[in-house]
């Protein structure tokens, strides 16, 4: 699965240019699905499988897109002037890469630092192109750009890359879709757009779906880093299932019943309580006249920087757990 | 008013937090079964009740809203057989140290809410009310019975009985929720003696003090042509006596602003003083801070109108409510609704407001 997770983990798909990633996706499933949709903000929905005795009709969302940039100026000496797309952090700035949708690279400066013991803001930074004018600046106001970082295996089970947030999601999802044989429930899998952008695709595909179940597949933070965030979930621990994050509170028989699935195959499992951010999941709970949501989570360190750092293990053990969730029937009790 | 009263008094003995209001829900239906035609739960654990109007069908709906969830505590580590936690709502933490807590582990657990001594505290918190990341739940268990009972997630609520206060005062935690479905309730009861044309659809939402995941839905099915949303605002007193403060025993707020419909607040104001009862109006600048907000943007949109019943100490387990308050906005709402003519909806259009 590693050679997966580096093909989409170095795709380009900033929140709203999505496509590149959806296009690797769609490669992936097509064999293994019924039909596969793009809706009118560009998520990806596939269907899987009909609703046998005691299934329910189940909606599972990872997103395409990454956090990234948008060139709002370019000024007369070719610098790029940007903004963030998404909750991209300016600490994680200075020195980064970029890679614009049309290719072309470019380092971040920034204007000289009067107090070096201060984050300079977005205003203060700007993209370097190699340009020597605006005339001759490849990047024009308006172009998206991700951050550009190769994926990297720290150690056997340590993997590093940019946009892990959500790729790993992604990957999770597709190779559920390639493993699960069979399942009472009807299952549409949505690789939805603009999550970093206020869960913009998952909101839309959600309505469509019209579904009796939730769950998004997403990461979360990790306190495991010293000094860090204070929080109970760890790299290698396994899959966290999610109990509430900013955005809702799982349905806890929805928690209940991931618990129990995953006491039955014997796979190692933590609690999240996150306090900041949310995930599709939530977009899913409020649709229509409400759905009961949960999420699994994947631990990560970093998030929102260009190296956000996973355990393989917890992937592996992702999989395993909603193949057995989504291959049996749901009985919320 | 005492069936009314022993039910709110009830309701404020319950655990009930946002996202887990299973216990609460079941007191709300027993009580609302013989007064609606029709209950349901919603897929997120809300309560719909129907009353049926006695106008010709199809008869317009109104969706009168309360929510049921109340604030409190969630665990998120355990260290030494002491808990750490986060609030489920805007829990004020100045007031928890020393509050009796029940921790929902595998079984009910009684516990405190402690602060480790001041000067033990990093410099950032000494001589200050404690934030909430340094408090600590006490269940007076080892640590080894502490990790077979409890676990990350679980969930911890207030444990202070109501009290009634002289002069007509109630005061005890989760009044917030309490009280709005208290008047709610007051209300069905009133148009047991009604016969109203419409039908009404009461429902006890979920979710309310964080997400607001139960206005966003409930309406959607039941597609109400317009709503009122019931729910506490401040009171005024010593130290909260400012515009966004109302007097206690003055009857509901009408809220004003953009959450809410104009033409309809100025049917209740006009309704509230022909029937000479006192209220006062609240303007909400932008979110109210209700169901409404929630409400008002389902679906195609729905007209709203909130009525606040004024509550000292907001979010505090000694919350206090005036019983004659929360009686005035159930029978104003209860009026309002039988007076309701088939054809309201075309008296109050948007564009007929002042």
């Known amino acids: 699965m590693k050679a997966l997770i580096k093909k989409f983990v170095e795709a380009a798909g900033p929140s709203g240019f999505e496509n590149a990633v959806r296009d690797l996706v769609k490669a992936e499933i097509a064999p293994y699905v019924d039909r596969i949709e793009v809706d009118a903000l560009g998520s990806l929905i596939a269907w899987k499988g009909s609703r046998q005795p005691g299934g329910k009709r189940v909606m599972i969302s990872a997103h395409l897109d990454e956090?990234?940039?948008?060139?709002?100026?370019?000024?007369?000496?070719?610098?790029?002037?940007?903004?963030?797309?998404?909750?991209?952090?300016?600490?994680?700035?200075?020195?980064?890469?970029?890679?614009?949708?049309?290719?072309?690279?470019?380092?971040?400066?920034?204007?000289?630092?009067?107090?070096?013991?201060r984050t300079p803001g977005f205003e203060q930074m700007f993209i370097d192109v190699g340009a020597a004018s605006r005339e001759d600046c490849p990047v024009r106001t308006g172009d998206a750009g991700s951050f550009d970082r190769d994926f990297v295996a720290l150690s056997e089970n340590r993997l590093a890359a940019k946009a892990?947030?959500?790729?790993?999601?992604?990957?999770?999802?597709?190779?559920?879709?390639?493993?699960?044989?069979?399942?009472?429930?009807?299952?549409?899998?949505?690789?939805?757009?603009?999550?970093?952008?206020?869960?913009?695709?998952?909101?839309?595909?959600?309505?469509?779906?019209?579904?009796?179940?939730?769950i998004s597949i997403d990461v979360t933070v990790s306190g495991d880093t010293p000094r860090g965030i204070k929080m109970e979930t760890a790299l290698g621990k396994g899959p966290a299932i999610k109990v509430?994050?900013?955005?809702?509170?799982?349905?806890?028989?929805?928690?209940?019943?991931?618990?129990?699935?995953?006491?039955?195959?014997?796979?190692?499992?933590?609690?999240?309580?996150?306090?900041?951010?949310?995930?599709?999941?939530?977009?899913?709970?409020?649709?229509?006249?409400?759905?009961?949501?949960?999420?699994?989570?994947?631990?990560?360190?970093?998030?929102?920087?260009?190296?956000?750092v996973l355990d393989y293990q917890d992937v592996i053990n992702s999989v395993k757990l909603l193949v057995e969730l989504l291959g049996h029937p749901i009985d919320l009790q | 008013m005492t069936e009314n009263q022993d039910f709110l008094k009830r309701l404020l003995t319950l655990p009930g937090l946002s996202g887990f209001e299973d216990p609460v829900r079941k007191v709300i239906a027993e009580e609302w079964q013989t007064l609606v035609d029709e209950l349901k739960v919603s897929p997120l654990g809300s309560l719909h009740g129907l009353k049926r109007g006695y106008g010709p069908e199809p008869r317009p709906r109104v969706l009168l809203a309360a929510h049921m969830d109340a604030i409190g505590l969630m665990v998120t580590s355990i260290q030494e057989g002491l808990l750490r936690v986060t609030a489920i709502g805007g829990v004020d933490p100045r007031i928890l140290p020393g509050t009796p807590v029940t921790v929902h582990g595998r079984r009910d657990l009684p516990a405190w809410v402690a602060a480790p001594p001041d000067h033990l505290l990093p410099p950032s918190q000494a001589g200050k009310p404690v934030s909430?990341?340094?408090?600590?739940?006490?269940?007076?268990?080892?640590?080894?019975?502490?990790?077979e009972l409890v676990r990350v997630g679980d969930l911890v609520s207030f444990n202070t009985q109501p009290v009634e206060l002289s002069g007509g005062v109630i005061a005890g935690h989760s009044l917030d929720k309490g009280a709005s479905v208290a008047a709610v309730t007051e209300c069905l009861r009133t148009l047991q003696q009604m016969k109203p044309g419409w039908d009404v659809w009461t429902v006890a939402t979920v979710q309310e003090e964080i997400t607001m995941a139960g206005a966003l839905t409930s309406p959607f099915d039941l597609r109400p042509q317009i709503a009122i949303v019931v729910d506490v605002t401040f009171a005024k007193g010593p130290g909260a006596s400012d515009y966004r403060a109302f007097e206690m025993d003055k009857g509901p707020m009408l809220g004003v602003g953009p959450n809410i419909h104009p033409a309809i607040f100025q049917s209740f104001k006009t309704l509230a003083e022909e029937l000479d009862l006192p209220c006062a109006v609240e303007p909400m600048p932008a979110h109210?801070?209700?169901?409404?907000?929630?409400?008002?943007?389902v679906a195609e949109g729905i007209?709203?109108?909130?009525?606040?019943?004024?509550?000292?100490?907001?979010?505090?387990?000694?919350?206090?409510?005036?019983?004659?308050?929360?009686?005035?906005?159930?029978?104003?709402?209860?009026?309002?609704i039988a007076r309701m003519e088939m054809n309201f909806m075309e008296k109050v259009r948007m564009e007929d407001a002042e």
């Open chain 1, 67 to 117: 956090i990234g940039v948008i060139a709002t100026h370019v000024d007369q000496n070719g610098f790029v002037r940007f903004t963030p797309l998404g909750a991209v952090r300016p600490h994680t700035c200075l020195g980064g890469r970029v890679i614009f949708q049309n290719g072309t690279r470019g380092v971040i400066g920034s204007e000289r630092l009067e107090d070096l013991a």
């Open chain 2, 132 to 147: 909430l990341e340094y408090l600590l739940v006490d269940t007076g268990l080892s640590a080894q019975e502490v990790a």
């Open chain 1, 164 to 214: 892990m947030d959500d790729r790993i999601g992604v990957a999770v999802q597709v190779e559920v879709i390639r493993q699960l044989k069979a399942s009472p429930n009807e299952l549409v899998f949505v690789f939805s757009t603009q999550e970093e952008v206020m869960l913009r695709g998952a909101t839309t595909a959600a309505y469509a779906v019209d579904p009796e179940i939730g």
């Open chain 1, 244 to 308: 509430r994050d900013a955005g809702m509170i799982s349905d806890p028989r929805l928690v209940r019943h991931m618990c129990a699935a995953a006491e039955r195959l014997g796979i190692p499992v933590q609690l999240e309580i996150l306090e900041g951010g949310t995930t599709d999941a939530r977009a899913i709970q409020t649709t229509r006249a409400g759905v009961p949501a949960g999420c699994v989570s994947i631990p990560c360190r970093y998030i929102h920087s260009p190296s956000e």
């Open chain 2, 303 to 336: 007209p709203c109108m909130v009525l606040g019943i004024p509550l000292r100490y907001m979010h505090t387990p000694v919350e206090a409510v005036m019983l004659k308050d929360i009686r005035r906005t159930g029978w104003l709402m209860a009026q309002f």
């Open chain 2, 288 to 297: 109210s801070g209700t169901d409404a907000f929630g409400i008002q943007v």
